[in-house]
């Protein structure tokens, strides 16, 4: 039973607040954005930073249930809000398709080199010109992560056993 | 013309859109599921509207929040209602929520509609 204890620590060392692990739908969602609000709420959170917060993790959150990739044995994904002094973190991890690595890896690498008003430009362009895909998105939840949390999006692509790879994301929120 | 009235739910806005009346209003919150889906009766609404319109429409917009999908749809929205004679665009954010502001901001840039600013 010491996982227990050790799971306990690793959210304490990592002043998580909240970690879901499992599958991802509108409702999980839903109860997800309700349980971190009451948790802002309680704490007295200012309100921009709890819209700032809230709309990462709606993007953060649909992203994964429109986007997470069925990699064979293996549909879950994982989310969690860490709280610290300073700022909030909202992480993601969802499997992906090995062959869906690089075009995503350059998607994130381009607007981490954008400054706000090239991060402006390019959520123009993008409403402007695109379609609601087939799986509901519109292609601007990564901007609108970064544009919204106002610093770079943090990721990373863990190579997995079957030869898929574990996406990581990483949004940091200031805390005013 | 038939009145098209939405009730809001914790991911879907509250929607009144009413002509006899005059009010032309989207509020809440909107990151519904399927976005796409669910302003298509918005779009044919408006759609119907501008068949037969007012001599003018101010249109409301209270949003506390919406996703990127809701955007693309509210551009969709607004694209429709470009077509109209007379429309006038309110768009309302709470006072110290600077990214609705600026998303309203956005929005005029995007349509030929004027927009009037408001804050709650």
Same mark, same amino acid.
């Given at each position: 039973?010491?996982?227990?204890?050790?799971?306990?620590?690793?959210?304490?060392?990592?002043?998580?607040?909240?970690?879901?692990?499992?599958?991802?739908?509108?409702?999980?969602?839903?109860? #997800?954005? %309700?349980?971190?609000?009451?948790?802002?709420?309680?704490?007295?959170?200012?309100?921009?930073?709890?819209?700032? #917060?809230?709309? #990462?993790?709606?993007?953060?959150?649909?992203?994964?249930?429109?986007? %997470?990739?069925?990699?064979?044995?293996?549909?879950? %994904?994982?989310?969690?809000?860490?709280?610290?002094?300073?700022?909030?973190?909202?992480?993601?991890?969802?499997?992906?398709?090995?062959?869906?690595?690089?075009?995503?890896?350059?998607?994130?690498?381009?607007?981490?080199?954008?400054?706000?008003?090239?991060?402006?430009?390019?959520?123009?362009?993008?409403?402007?010109?695109?379609?609601?895909?087939?799986?509901?998105?519109?292609?601007?939840?990564?901007?609108?992560?970064?544009?919204?949390?106002?610093?770079?999006?943090?990721?990373?692509? #863990?190579?997995?056993?079957?030869?898929?790879?574990?996406?990581?994301?990483?949004?940091?929120?200031?805390?005013? | 013309?038939?009145?098209?009235?939405?009730?809001?739910?914790?991911?879907?806005?509250? /929607?009144?859109?009413?002509?006899?009346?005059? /009010? +032309?209003? /989207?509020?809440?919150?909107?990151?519904? $599921?399927?976005?796409?889906?669910?302003?298509?009766?918005?779009?044919?609404?408006?759609?119907?509207?501008?068949?037969?319109?007012?001599?003018?429409?101010?249109?409301?917009?209270?949003?506390?929040?919406?996703?990127?999908?809701?955007?693309?749809?509210?551009?969709?929205?607004?694209?429709?209602?470009?077509?109209?004679?007379?429309?006038?665009?309110?768009?309302?954010?709470?006072?110290?929520?600077?990214?609705? $502001?600026?998303?309203?901001?956005?929005?005029? $840039?995007?349509?030929?509609?004027?927009?009037?600013?408001?804050? +709650?």
């Amino acid at each position: 039973m010491k996982y227990i204890f050790d799971l306990h620590q690793t959210m304490l060392d990592h002043n998580l607040i909240l970690v879901y692990e499992g599958e991802f739908t509108q409702e999980i969602t839903k109860s #997800v954005l %309700a349980m971190a609000e009451r948790n802002m709420d309680s704490s007295g959170e200012e309100s921009s930073t709890k819209r700032k #917060v809230f709309n #990462v993790m709606v993007e953060c959150l649909q992203n994964i249930v429109k986007h %997470a990739d069925e990699v064979d044995h293996n549909h879950a %994904a994982v989310f969690m809000i860490g709280k610290h002094e300073n700022e909030y973190i909202i992480i993601s991890g969802n499997p992906i398709r090995q062959e869906n690595v690089a075009s995503l890896k350059e998607k994130l690498e381009h607007i981490n080199g954008l400054d706000k008003d090239g991060l402006k430009t390019l959520y123009k362009d993008i409403i402007k010109s695109t379609e609601i895909s087939d799986k509901g998105g519109a292609g601007l939840g990564f901007v609108d992560m970064a544009r919204k949390s106002g610093q770079k999006l943090g990721f990373d692509f #863990v190579e997995m056993e079957d030869g898929n790879s574990f996406f990581c994301l990483k949004s940091c929120i200031e805390r005013s | 013309m038939d009145i098209l009235n939405l009730e809001g739910t914790e991911d879907t806005p509250k /929607i009144i859109l009413d002509k006899g009346n005059g /009010i +032309y209003e /989207i509020s809440g919150r909107s990151l519904p $599921e399927d976005s796409a889906e669910f302003y298509q009766p918005v779009l044919d609404w408006i759609s119907e509207y501008s068949g037969s319109p007012n001599p003018s429409t101010e249109f409301m917009f209270k949003l506390e929040y919406f996703n990127t999908a809701s955007s693309k749809l509210i551009l969709d929205v607004l694209s429709a209602l470009e077509d109209i004679d007379g429309v006038t665009i309110i768009w309302y954010f709470h006072e110290d929520d600077e990214d609705m $502001e600026e998303a309203g901001e956005e929005f005029s $840039e995007l349509v030929e509609i004027p927009f009037e600013f408001k804050t +709650y």
